[in-house]
């Protein structure tokens, strides 16, 4: 059909002004609808994150407290709580049935268990669960004995489990009975009797920030939280570290990733 | 100038400024309500963090006060709270940081946690109770609060 009648102004388009303006709008519009997004997903990330590492604490503090609520308190049974510089070791008897299988041992009544933060080189930082039947004839070495000057006792690759990637911090702390009250010490006690309960404190890395950070930085990040010293809680130590430095940055790793970095806290009371 | 016949009216004639601007509508109606759907999103993620926060906050509370409590303390360790006598209350009223940690210092706070540690009195002796409420935001007058978590517990001195 042909319409050669038809106006010209609805033949020829639009005019260059038209055009100009309504990509000045859009561009307006795009811009702005860029930077919402922007700021929606960096949020979402931080809110991501934060929620990882919440599952990763609450996780392994589930898994400890189940350990802990079954620990045999008896006061001729040593605990072995190692407070070292940087990551503590744990390691106490549970009244839940342990299982070796080398030598001639087979099921035993109550087990030893341990917690440990071990570095790997290459992977970075490992949080190992060990637990294996215990007897109380065993070696002096492996038994938990009233001396305080045994060895930490040992535990085979065999009877450590991988519990977490994620934590690259664990330290301990002791609400112990005293005669004016429960106090909170950095050095634990020899036997259970006097043990009221652990404050356990982790710094969690979730994926993203593990996938980011070299295991070699992950040391010198782990560095600055310091060990707990008595009389400060050492959450708000640790927290107040990560904000600093969550705020100022840190040469060679990109501020995003500092974010994924979080100090949680619980105590457990010994039933 | 003569257009050709080869080309339709209807392509020849382009669109008008309205027909434009109408589309351009059409396509800020369509993003605005993608952007309104996406807070939303987030606001749950956020409930579920926040809901997170407090129930870990009020489960330390409550180990602190039963640990004060049971071990006869004047305060309790880490919250500086004093466990009740007979008969009375202690109440507990913390603005708590993003970190789980209690604010002293008018820092920016996300939830608020309100409750009391009831003890019965002596003639009638029985557990002590604990009732918290955690609510968000910190500074939201009662009633208009975004969400809350309540923990009840009972322990014996």
Not at chain 1, 24 to 48: G, Y
Not at chain 1, 125 to 153: I, N, Q, V
């Amino acid at each position: 059909m042909n319409h050669p009648s038809a106006n010209r102004s609805r033949q020829r388009g639009f005019t260059l002004i038209e055009l100009i303006v309504t990509m000045a709008i859009l561009t307006i519009i795009l811009t702005m609808a860029l930077q919402v997004t922007e700021s929606a997903r960096n949020s979402i990330k931080l809110t991501e994150s934060k929620s990882s590492n919440d599952a990763i604490a609450r996780k392994t503090f589930d898994r400890i407290n189940r350990d802990l609520s079954q620990m045999l308190v008896r006061k001729d049974v040593r605990i072995e709580f190692k407070p070292k510089s940087g990551n503590d070791e744990i390691a106490f008897l549970t009244q839940s049935k342990g299982f070796t299988a080398s030598g001639d041992i087979g099921e035993r009544g109550v087990s030893l268990v341990s917690y440990s933060l071990q570095h790997d080189p290459a992977v970075g930082e490992k949080l190992l669960r060990g637990s294996r039947g215990h007897l109380f004839t065993d070696t002096p070495g492996d038994a938990l004995k009233l001396d305080a000057d045994l060895p930490f006792p040992v535990i085979a690759p065999d009877n450590l489990q991988l519990l977490s990637n994620n934590i690259i911090r664990f330290e301990v702390e002791y609400l112990i009975q005293a005669n004016t009250g429960v106090t909170l010490e950095v050095n634990p006690p020899v036997t259970s009797e006097k043990l009221r309960g652990l404050v356990i404190t982790l710094v969690t890395l979730d994926d993203r920030g593990r996938r980011a950070i070299k295991p070699g930085t992950l040391e010198s990040l782990a560095a600055r939280f310091p060990d707990a010293v008595i009389a400060k809680n050492t959450l708000t130590t640790w927290s107040f570290n990560r904000d600093a430095f969550a705020k100022s940055g840190i040469p060679g790793l990109p501020k995003d990733v500092l974010q994924s970095i979080r100090c949680y806290q619980r105590t457990f009371l010994i039933p | 100038m003569k257009i050709p016949h080869s080309i339709s009216p209807s392509s020849a004639s382009g669109f008008t400024l309205v027909e434009v601007i109408v589309a351009l509508g059409i396509f800020v109606f369509a993003v605005t309500v993608l952007m309104g759907v996406m807070p939303f999103g987030m606001k749950q993620v956020q409930t579920t963090s926040n809901e997170n926060l407090a129930m870990t906050t009020m489960e330390a509370i409550r180990d602190d006060l039963a640990l004060a409590s049971t071990a006869k303390m004047t305060k309790s360790l880490r919250y500086g709270l004093t466990p009740p006598t007979a008969g009375t209350t202690t109440p507990v009223n913390f603005k708590i940081k993003d970190n789980g940690e209690v604010s002293t210092a008018g820092e920016s706070t996300v939830c608020r946690i309100i409750g009391t540690l009831r003890s019965p009195p002596a003639a009638a002796p029985g557990p002590l109770q604990l009732h918290l409420r955690a609510t968000w935001p910190s500074n939201a007058p009662a009633g208009r609060e975004a969400g809350a978590v309540e923990l009840v517990s009972a322990f014996q001195p």
